[in-house]
Every structure is written in structure tokens, then in C-alpha cells.
């Protein structure tokens, strides 16, 4: 038959009926409470082996009918819950105490072994809000699924504190998501730009590479004599790629353009006198976002600003 998991409360050894957290101080860990998970208890349904068991918190206030939810709850958003294996595998389970792991909104804790019939798993569980982060009393319970891939709760529309971030749906980001290469040079007045995804102003975009060319000319019409040159910008707007020119002068003493309005700024590009724009000429600047990753010379990486997930855990990158 299937798996027969069930929690329970290890101080009276019936079922559990949830775990409630009132008055947590932020920046100081709070009560340990202990739960137990098992798989057919007393061994009488015949349950199959519980295997690729993840535990994933899901909250409430306190006192509330709302539906539980693994996100939206400063508990959860902010992992604010920290739950560890206390002891030994129960019933022969093949486990031992591991440390305090945080969990929450797209964190989650793996057991590391599968459950036979008659097994359990020991857990503890406390608050641990971040300094600075309140939260009202919150019940808490535990979902257990078995999926090795589970789209995060919240992750990929918006900031999960400081965030498992692509920025969709958050006007307040701007990022390149990914890029087919770098803007490259020709060897002329032109450079190549690669193909492009990225969010502006919480907003998805694309665009196919081009080759754009940078006249003789600045931004008011005026022609580059010997000696000078102009700065321009490379800028992704809602609509395409913009090249923005600044005003000539010597060059050395040139200025950077203002710049439009809900753009994000690419890169910048020195033009001068002679035609000819080169790998030097060049810096991009675009800020990448979560999962970007860039190869910048040699074996020099750029790697997005985000959060990266492994074992259950978030780590800043």
C-alpha cells in the first residue's frame, strides 16, 4: 500500500496537531519544540517505503481559518524557522543529528534516508527571525512531498527577502537575465551586439543581436575633428537597443550622456577621431541578474547577484 506518514507530538505520542510560535524576538533563536515524523507507526498498515522525504513549512496567524501558505508570511519569507534531525534514526531509521538548517520560503529541509515501515525521523524545530524582522504568533505545519524539483513558492516573481531574484513582477528591477556573448568589435565604426534577455523595471524582454554604428559625428550633428571623440551608451528600453551619444571633446575629457528614462544601461563606448573602435573602447556594465553568469577574460567569471539553492538551503552568491 502506499506510504503511511504521520507526525507526531513525542511528549504525548499522539497525532500532532501543529506547532504555534508567539512572541518571537528578532536575532534570538526561540524555544526548541520537538516533532516526530514517522511511516506507519506500529507497523500494521503494510506501508511501502517513504523515500525522497522533503519537509516544507507552510504558516498561518494564529487563531485564523486562512489556508495555510508557503509563502507571503514574514516567518517564512524572511526563513525565519530553523529545524534540525535531533538524534538517531527511530526504529532503525538511518540518520543521525545534523545542525540547525534555516527553512522557509523556498528552503525546505531533505531527510537523508528513506523511512521503512516502523521508521521515523526526530526533529526540533525553532524560530529564528532575522534582526530587524517582526512577525505576528504564527501556527505552523509541515507538508511532506517527495518531489526532487519543486518550483520555488515565490522566487521567481518577486524578492524572497533578500531573494531568489529574476526580478518579474518587481518594478524596481533591472537586470540582464542572459546574453549569447559579449559586444564585440569589427574593426571599424561598428560593434556587435549580442542577443539579449533581460527585466526592466520588473518586465521581461528580448532582442536579436545587431551590428550598430557610431557615426562621425556627436550628438548635436557635429563632426569628431583629429583629437576628439564622444562616450556613448548602449541602453535597453522597453522598445529596443538605444545608442545614446554625448557631446564631442578631447578625448580624455569627454563626458557620459544623460541617460532616457526606464533604461538600463548596457554599456558604455568611446568613439574618436579615427574610425576605428577597439576592445579597449569598450565596458560593459550591465548589472546581471539571478543565474547570470559571464565570462569576463581568461578565467575571470562574472556571476549574477541572487541566491543559490542547495540541500534545502539558500546561500548568497
Known amino acids: 500500500m502506499p506510504t503511511a506518514l504521520e507526525w507526531i507530538d513525542p511528549a504525548t505520542g499522539e497525532a500532532h496537531a501543529g506547532l504555534s510560535f508567539s512572541g518571537a524576538v528578532p536575532g534570538v533563536p526561540g524555544p526548541v519544540k520537538a516533532v516526530e515524523l514517522w511511516n506507519d507507526r506500529d507497523q500494521t498498515l503494510s506501508a511501502d517505503t517513504a523515500r525522497q522525504i522533503r519537509i516544507i513549512p507552510e504558516a498561518r496567524p494564529l487563531g485564523s481559518d486562512d489556508p495555510y501558505q508557503e509563502a507571503g508570511h514574514a516567518i517564512l519569507d524572511r526563513l525565519g524557522l530553523q529545524i534540525r534531525i535531533a538524534g538517531s534514526g527511530l526504529g532503525g531509521a538511518s540518520m543521525s543529528p ?7 520560503a523556498g528552503a525546505w529541509l531533505d531527510i537523508p534516508a528513506p523511512l521503512l515501515a516502523g521508521q521515523g525521523a526526530p526533529l526540533e524545530v525553532r524560530d529564528a527571525l532575522p534582526p530587524g524582522i517582526s512577525t505576528p504568533a504564527m501556527q505552523v505545519r509541515f507538508r511532506v512531498d517527495s518531489r526532487r524539483a519543486l518550483p520555488l513558492a515565490r522566487g521567481i516573481w518577486e524578492s524572497v527577502g533578500s531573494g531568489v531574484l529574476h526580478g518579474l513582477g518587481n518594478v524596481t528591477q533591472s537586470a540582464v537575465l542572459q546574453v549569447s556573448g559579449e559586444v564585440t568589435t569589427n574593426g571599424d565604426d561598428t560593434v ?4 539579449v534577455s533581460y527585466v526592466l523595471r520588473g518586465v521581461p524582454y528580448a532582442r536579436l543581436g545587431t551590428v550598430e554604428t557610431l557615426p562621425a ?3 548635436n550633428g557635429d563632426p569628431l575633428a583629429a583629437g576628439e571623440g564622444y562616450l556613448a551608451a548602449l541602453v535597453l528600453t522597453s522598445s529596443d537597443l538605444d545608442v545614446v551619444r554625448g557631446a564631442k571633446a578631447l578625448l580624455g575629457a569627454m563626458e557620459r550622456p544623460a541617460l532616457p528614462e526606464d533604461s538600463l544601461l548596457w554599456a558604455w563606448v568611446t568613439r574618436d577621431s579615427d574610425g576605428v573602435i577597439e576592445a579597449p573602447d569598450l565596458e560593459e556594465v ?3 541578474g539571478a543565474y547570470g553568469l559571464r565570462s569576463i577574460s581568461g578565467r575571470t567569471l562574472r556571476l549574477g547577484a541572487g541566491q543559490a ?3 534545502g538551503c ?3 552568491v
Not at 98 to 104: N, P, R
Not at 192 to 195: A, I
Open 314 to 316: 539558500r546561500f548568497p
Open 309 to 311: 539553492l542547495a540541500g
Open 192 to 195: 556587435t551586439v549580442p542577443d
Open 217 to 219: 559625428t556627436d550628438t
Open 286 to 288: 550591465a548589472p546581471l
Open 98 to 104: 545534523t545542525s540547525w538548517q534555516a527553512i522557509g
